[in-house]
Protein backbone atom coordinates (compact mmCIF):
# COMPACT_ATOMS: atom_id res chain seq x y z
CA UNK A 1 0.00 0.00 0.00
CA UNK A 2 2.76 2.46 0.93
CA UNK A 3 4.21 1.90 -2.69
CA UNK A 4 1.33 1.99 -4.37
CA UNK A 5 0.47 5.70 -2.67
CA UNK A 6 4.35 7.04 -3.43
CA UNK A 7 3.86 6.11 -6.87
CA UNK A 8 0.31 7.98 -6.84
CA UNK A 9 1.92 10.59 -5.17
CA UNK A 10 4.69 10.56 -7.49
CA UNK A 11 1.99 10.76 -10.44
CA UNK A 12 0.24 13.54 -9.06
CA UNK A 13 3.62 15.37 -8.71
CA UNK A 14 4.64 15.47 -11.89
CA UNK A 15 0.89 16.26 -13.29
CA UNK A 16 1.46 19.32 -11.05
CA UNK A 17 4.49 20.16 -12.41
CA UNK A 18 3.08 20.20 -15.58
CA UNK A 19 0.18 21.87 -14.98
CA UNK A 20 2.28 24.62 -13.29
CA UNK A 21 4.88 24.71 -16.43
CA UNK A 22 2.49 24.81 -19.23
CA UNK A 23 1.24 28.58 -18.77
CA UNK A 24 4.40 29.43 -17.75
CA UNK A 25 6.16 28.53 -20.69
CA UNK A 26 3.49 29.99 -23.08
CA UNK A 27 3.82 33.16 -20.85
CA UNK A 28 7.55 32.84 -21.32
CA UNK A 29 7.36 32.29 -24.99
CA UNK A 30 5.27 35.01 -25.69
CA UNK A 31 7.63 37.43 -23.75
CA UNK A 32 10.61 36.11 -25.73
CA UNK A 33 9.12 36.29 -29.08
CA UNK A 34 7.83 39.92 -28.89
CA UNK A 35 9.30 41.01 -31.74
CA UNK A 36 9.44 37.66 -34.02
CA UNK A 37 6.95 39.39 -36.46
CA UNK A 38 8.73 42.15 -37.10
CA UNK A 39 11.54 41.39 -39.72
CA UNK A 40 8.58 39.56 -41.88
CA UNK A 41 5.81 41.92 -42.11
CA UNK A 42 6.27 44.47 -44.86
CA UNK A 43 2.88 46.17 -45.12
CA UNK A 44 0.02 47.34 -42.47
CA UNK A 45 -3.29 46.91 -43.93
CA UNK A 46 -6.12 49.30 -42.70
CA UNK A 47 -8.88 47.46 -40.18
CA UNK A 48 -12.15 47.58 -42.38
CA UNK A 49 -15.37 48.87 -40.02
CA UNK A 50 -13.64 49.93 -37.61
CA UNK A 51 -11.75 46.81 -36.63
CA UNK A 52 -7.80 47.02 -36.12
CA UNK A 53 -5.37 47.19 -38.65
CA UNK A 54 -3.53 43.66 -39.94
CA UNK A 55 0.05 43.33 -40.32
CA UNK A 56 0.80 41.06 -43.23
CA UNK A 57 3.81 39.95 -45.75
CA UNK A 58 3.18 40.65 -49.55
CA UNK A 59 4.91 39.11 -52.19
CA UNK A 60 4.81 40.75 -56.04
CA UNK A 61 5.71 39.33 -59.18
CA UNK A 62 7.83 40.74 -61.26
CA UNK A 63 6.02 43.42 -64.25
CA UNK A 64 3.36 45.40 -64.57
CA UNK A 65 -0.48 44.13 -62.96
CA UNK A 66 -2.60 43.58 -62.46
CA UNK A 67 -2.41 40.35 -60.88
CA UNK A 68 -4.24 37.33 -59.87
CA UNK A 69 -4.24 37.02 -55.98
CA UNK A 70 -4.06 34.91 -53.36
CA UNK A 71 -4.38 35.13 -49.64
CA UNK A 72 -1.82 32.87 -48.26
CA UNK A 73 -2.80 31.63 -44.71
CA UNK A 74 -0.29 30.33 -41.85
CA UNK A 75 -0.15 27.40 -39.86
CA UNK A 76 -1.25 27.26 -35.87
CA UNK A 77 2.59 29.05 -35.10
CA UNK A 78 1.81 31.99 -36.64
CA UNK A 79 3.19 34.13 -39.70
CA UNK A 80 6.81 32.51 -40.10
CA UNK A 81 9.58 32.26 -42.50
CA UNK A 82 7.74 29.16 -44.49
CA UNK A 83 5.25 30.94 -45.22
CA UNK A 84 7.09 34.12 -46.65
CA UNK A 85 9.51 31.36 -48.36
CA UNK A 86 6.07 29.78 -49.93
CA UNK A 87 5.17 33.50 -50.71
CA UNK A 88 7.83 34.47 -52.86
CA UNK A 89 7.65 30.96 -54.97
CA UNK A 90 4.22 31.10 -55.47
CA UNK A 91 4.69 35.20 -56.60
CA UNK A 92 7.47 33.98 -58.68
CA UNK A 93 5.01 32.43 -60.75
CA UNK A 94 2.82 35.43 -61.78
CA UNK A 95 0.37 36.17 -58.91
CA UNK A 96 0.37 38.81 -56.36
CA UNK A 97 0.32 37.48 -52.65
CA UNK A 98 -0.02 38.12 -49.66
CA UNK A 99 0.11 36.15 -45.64
CA UNK A 100 -1.88 38.24 -42.76
CA UNK A 101 -0.55 37.76 -39.62
CA UNK A 102 -4.01 36.10 -38.44
CA UNK A 103 -3.14 35.78 -34.66
CA UNK A 104 -2.35 39.27 -34.22
CA UNK A 105 1.08 39.60 -33.28
CA UNK A 106 1.55 36.37 -31.53
CA UNK A 107 3.84 34.01 -33.57
CA UNK A 108 5.79 30.64 -32.13
CA UNK A 109 7.85 27.73 -32.22
CA UNK A 110 6.29 26.12 -28.97
CA UNK A 111 3.57 23.69 -29.50
CA UNK A 112 1.82 24.68 -26.65
CA UNK A 113 1.76 28.17 -27.57
CA UNK A 114 1.01 27.55 -30.90
CA UNK A 115 -2.57 25.82 -29.52
CA UNK A 116 -2.59 28.76 -26.79
CA UNK A 117 -3.24 31.07 -29.69
CA UNK A 118 -5.52 28.98 -32.01
CA UNK A 119 -7.85 28.58 -28.98
CA UNK A 120 -7.45 31.94 -27.59
CA UNK A 121 -8.32 33.88 -31.20
CA UNK A 122 -11.89 34.19 -32.08
CA UNK A 123 -12.79 32.60 -35.78
CA UNK A 124 -15.43 36.00 -35.92
CA UNK A 125 -11.71 38.11 -35.55
CA UNK A 126 -9.91 35.86 -38.03
CA UNK A 127 -12.86 36.73 -40.72
CA UNK A 128 -13.37 40.50 -40.01
CA UNK A 129 -9.36 40.78 -40.49
CA UNK A 130 -9.54 38.88 -43.58
CA UNK A 131 -12.48 40.92 -44.58
CA UNK A 132 -9.88 43.90 -44.16
CA UNK A 133 -7.24 42.81 -46.57
CA UNK A 134 -9.91 41.55 -48.69
CA UNK A 135 -11.59 45.31 -49.12
CA UNK A 136 -7.86 46.49 -49.08
CA UNK A 137 -6.80 44.28 -52.00
CA UNK A 138 -10.07 45.35 -54.25
CA UNK A 139 -8.58 48.85 -53.97
CA UNK A 140 -4.89 48.41 -55.31
CA UNK A 141 -4.22 48.58 -58.39
CA UNK A 142 -1.94 45.54 -58.68
CA UNK A 143 -4.60 43.60 -57.92
CA UNK A 144 -7.04 41.82 -60.37
CA UNK A 145 -9.68 42.11 -57.63
CA UNK A 146 -11.97 39.49 -60.02
CA UNK A 147 -9.57 36.82 -59.28
CA UNK A 148 -8.52 36.62 -55.75
CA UNK A 149 -8.28 33.53 -54.07
CA UNK A 150 -7.63 32.01 -50.41
CA UNK A 151 -4.70 28.95 -49.47
CA UNK A 152 -3.85 28.04 -46.60
CA UNK A 153 -1.76 25.17 -44.71
CA UNK A 154 -2.63 23.13 -41.46
CA UNK A 155 -4.94 25.68 -39.33
CA UNK A 156 -4.72 27.89 -42.56
CA UNK A 157 -6.44 25.31 -43.96
CA UNK A 158 -9.37 25.11 -41.90
CA UNK A 159 -9.35 29.01 -41.73
CA UNK A 160 -9.31 28.99 -46.06
CA UNK A 161 -12.29 27.17 -45.94
CA UNK A 162 -14.32 28.78 -43.57
CA UNK A 163 -13.59 32.04 -44.48
CA UNK A 164 -14.80 30.92 -48.44
CA UNK A 165 -17.72 30.02 -46.63
CA UNK A 166 -17.74 33.15 -45.65
CA UNK A 167 -16.60 35.48 -48.44
CA UNK A 168 -18.92 34.50 -51.60
CA UNK A 169 -16.54 37.25 -54.11
CA UNK A 170 -13.42 34.55 -53.62
CA UNK A 171 -12.51 33.24 -56.80
CA UNK A 172 -11.15 29.55 -55.45
CA UNK A 173 -10.03 27.85 -52.46
CA UNK A 174 -6.60 25.74 -51.63
CA UNK A 175 -6.61 24.02 -48.52
CA UNK A 176 -3.45 22.25 -47.20
CA UNK A 177 -4.09 19.36 -44.68
CA UNK A 178 -6.83 21.16 -42.91
CA UNK A 179 -9.52 20.14 -41.22
CA UNK A 180 -12.60 19.46 -43.74
CA UNK A 181 -16.40 20.45 -43.33
CA UNK A 182 -18.37 16.86 -44.48
CA UNK A 183 -22.06 19.23 -44.54
CA UNK A 184 -23.17 19.18 -48.01
CA UNK A 185 -25.49 22.08 -47.35
CA UNK A 186 -23.05 24.13 -45.92
CA UNK A 187 -20.17 23.44 -48.77
CA UNK A 188 -23.11 24.51 -51.25
CA UNK A 189 -21.93 28.66 -50.21
CA UNK A 190 -18.57 27.97 -52.06
CA UNK A 191 -18.14 30.70 -54.24
CA UNK A 192 -15.44 28.49 -56.77
CA UNK A 193 -13.83 25.68 -57.41
CA UNK A 194 -11.71 24.08 -53.94
CA UNK A 195 -8.12 22.23 -54.04
CA UNK A 196 -8.02 19.51 -51.32
CA UNK A 197 -4.23 18.28 -50.50
CA UNK A 198 -4.08 15.69 -47.65
CA UNK A 199 -1.68 12.78 -46.71
CA UNK A 200 -2.57 9.16 -46.29
CA UNK A 201 -0.88 9.38 -42.80
CA UNK A 202 -1.95 12.68 -41.34
CA UNK A 203 -3.20 10.73 -37.76
CA UNK A 204 -4.96 14.32 -37.64
CA UNK A 205 -6.93 14.29 -40.61
CA UNK A 206 -8.11 10.35 -41.12
CA UNK A 207 -8.58 9.28 -45.28
CA UNK A 208 -12.24 8.32 -44.07
CA UNK A 209 -13.12 12.23 -43.40
CA UNK A 210 -11.52 13.46 -46.97
CA UNK A 211 -13.34 10.67 -48.63
CA UNK A 212 -16.30 12.29 -46.82
CA UNK A 213 -15.47 16.01 -47.59
CA UNK A 214 -14.71 14.70 -51.68
CA UNK A 215 -18.58 12.94 -51.38
CA UNK A 216 -19.88 15.94 -49.75
CA UNK A 217 -18.90 18.34 -52.17
CA UNK A 218 -19.47 16.31 -55.01
CA UNK A 219 -23.20 16.56 -53.33
CA UNK A 220 -23.19 20.17 -53.03
CA UNK A 221 -21.82 20.63 -56.90
CA UNK A 222 -18.38 22.22 -56.10
CA UNK A 223 -15.95 21.53 -58.96
CA UNK A 224 -13.07 20.40 -56.67
CA UNK A 225 -9.95 18.05 -56.41
CA UNK A 226 -9.22 16.03 -53.46
CA UNK A 227 -5.63 14.29 -53.34
CA UNK A 228 -4.25 12.02 -50.51
CA UNK A 229 -0.65 11.59 -51.30
CA UNK A 230 0.45 8.30 -50.10
CA UNK A 231 2.29 7.93 -46.89
CA UNK A 232 2.64 11.23 -46.63
CA UNK A 233 2.49 13.16 -43.31
CA UNK A 234 0.75 15.80 -41.79
CA UNK A 235 2.24 19.29 -42.72
CA UNK A 236 4.43 17.28 -45.38
CA UNK A 237 4.74 20.81 -47.61
CA UNK A 238 7.14 22.00 -45.20
CA UNK A 239 9.31 24.83 -46.95
CA UNK A 240 10.56 26.27 -50.21
CA UNK A 241 13.51 23.81 -49.66
CA UNK A 242 11.45 21.02 -49.84
CA UNK A 243 8.93 22.08 -52.52
CA UNK A 244 12.19 22.34 -55.09
CA UNK A 245 13.88 19.20 -53.96
CA UNK A 246 10.39 17.24 -55.52
CA UNK A 247 9.13 14.25 -54.23
CA UNK A 248 5.73 14.65 -52.92
CA UNK A 249 6.04 18.12 -51.43
CA UNK A 250 6.83 19.27 -55.29
CA UNK A 251 4.14 17.19 -56.65
CA UNK A 252 2.07 19.08 -54.41
CA UNK A 253 2.90 22.72 -54.56
CA UNK A 254 2.79 21.78 -58.59
CA UNK A 255 -0.67 20.54 -58.18
CA UNK A 256 -1.46 23.69 -56.31
CA UNK A 257 0.10 25.69 -59.51
CA UNK A 258 -1.77 23.68 -62.03
CA UNK A 259 -5.10 24.33 -60.25
CA UNK A 260 -4.63 27.92 -60.01
CA UNK A 261 -3.79 28.58 -63.51
CA UNK A 262 -6.92 26.93 -64.83
CA UNK A 263 -9.28 28.43 -61.88
CA UNK A 264 -7.47 31.93 -60.67
CA UNK A 265 -5.65 33.15 -63.80
CA UNK A 266 -7.80 31.87 -66.63
CA UNK A 267 -10.85 31.58 -64.95
CA UNK A 268 -14.15 33.47 -65.72
CA UNK A 269 -14.90 36.15 -63.05
CA UNK A 270 -18.60 34.83 -62.23
CA UNK A 271 -19.60 33.22 -58.79
CA UNK A 272 -21.48 30.76 -57.93
CA UNK A 273 -21.97 30.69 -53.85
CA UNK A 274 -24.35 32.68 -51.99
CA UNK A 275 -23.79 34.12 -48.15
CA UNK A 276 -24.76 31.90 -45.47
CA UNK A 277 -24.58 32.68 -41.63
CA UNK A 278 -21.53 30.17 -41.08
CA UNK A 279 -19.91 29.23 -37.27
CA UNK A 280 -17.00 27.27 -37.08
CA UNK A 281 -16.69 25.50 -34.21
CA UNK A 282 -13.52 25.00 -31.91
CA UNK A 283 -13.28 21.19 -32.89
CA UNK A 284 -11.07 19.44 -29.80
CA UNK A 285 -10.68 16.06 -31.09
CA UNK A 286 -8.95 17.46 -33.99
CA UNK A 287 -6.30 19.97 -32.22
CA UNK A 288 -5.70 17.46 -29.39
CA UNK A 289 -4.44 15.28 -32.54
CA UNK A 290 -2.71 17.69 -34.38
CA UNK A 291 -0.56 18.43 -31.03
CA UNK A 292 0.61 14.69 -30.82
CA UNK A 293 1.14 15.08 -34.94
CA UNK A 294 3.62 18.13 -33.94
CA UNK A 295 4.92 16.35 -31.01
CA UNK A 296 5.14 13.17 -31.71
CA UNK A 297 3.84 11.58 -34.70
CA UNK A 298 4.07 12.53 -38.51
CA UNK A 299 4.51 16.35 -38.21
CA UNK A 300 7.36 16.08 -35.76
CA UNK A 301 9.93 16.01 -38.90
CA UNK A 302 9.35 19.77 -38.99
CA UNK A 303 11.79 22.22 -38.05
CA UNK A 304 10.44 24.41 -35.00
Known amino acids: ?17 LILFLPLSIFVDSLLGANRL ?9 GANGGPDVRAYIAKPAGDGPFPTVIMIHEFYGLRESIVGKADLLAQQGYLVIAPDTFRGSATSWIPRAIYQV ?28 RIAIAG ?51 SISVEDVNLFDAALTTANIPHEITVYDGQPHAFVEDVAGIQAG ?18 KNAPSARMGQSIAYEDTFNWEYYIMLVYEHAFGTASHQQH
Open 247 to 264: GAQGDAWNQMLAFLEKNL
Open 38 to 46: DSLINTTVP
Open 119 to 146: VTTKPENVNADLDSIYAWLETQPDVDSN
Open 153 to 203: FCYGGRTSLVYSLHNNKLAATVIFYGSPEIDPQVLKALPGPLLGIFGSADQ
Open 1 to 17: MKTFKRILLGLLSVLAI
